[in-house]
Nanobody, 123 residues
């Protein structure tokens, strides 16, 4: 089990950027794949991006490909989501997820979640 704490959300204008961080507790962080999901009001929580345990396998949802970048720093037990060219439709609560080796794109397969951080993009 790992405990996850997200930060970095906020209000930004369309076209702007934000960087989210997710700090993980525990000594085995480097064994976990990490990922980001998001949930907009009235919608299901959806997959955004994932990075595997050693950082050499990265996958993005089509909706964010080319605009968002996921990365991790195992020395700091932290995963990041750099979000550029933000759009109003990116507005959501962003959640960090962790799973041994690799996060699943299916929400229910992932058992370790943070509390979420709000991202609001104004038009």
């Amino acid at each position: 089990q790992v405990q996850l704490v997200e930060s970095g959300g906020g209000l930004v204008q369309a076209g702007g950027s934000l960087r989210l961080s997710c700090a993980a507790s525990g000594r085995t962080f480097s064994s976990y794949g990490m990922g980001w999901f998001r949930q907009a009001p009235g919608k299901e929580r959806e997959f955004v991006a994932r990075i595997n345990w050693n950082g050499n396998n990265i996958y993005y949802a089509d909706s964010v490909k080319g605009r968002f970048t996921i990365s991790r720093d195992n020395a700091k037990n932290t995963v990041y989501l750099q979000m550029n060219s933000l759009k109003p439709e990116d507005t959501a609560i962003y959640y960090c997820a962790a799973r041994l080796l690799s996060v699943s794109t299916t929400r229910s397969d992932n058992k370790n979640w943070g509390q979420g951080t709000q991202v609001t993009v104004s038009s």
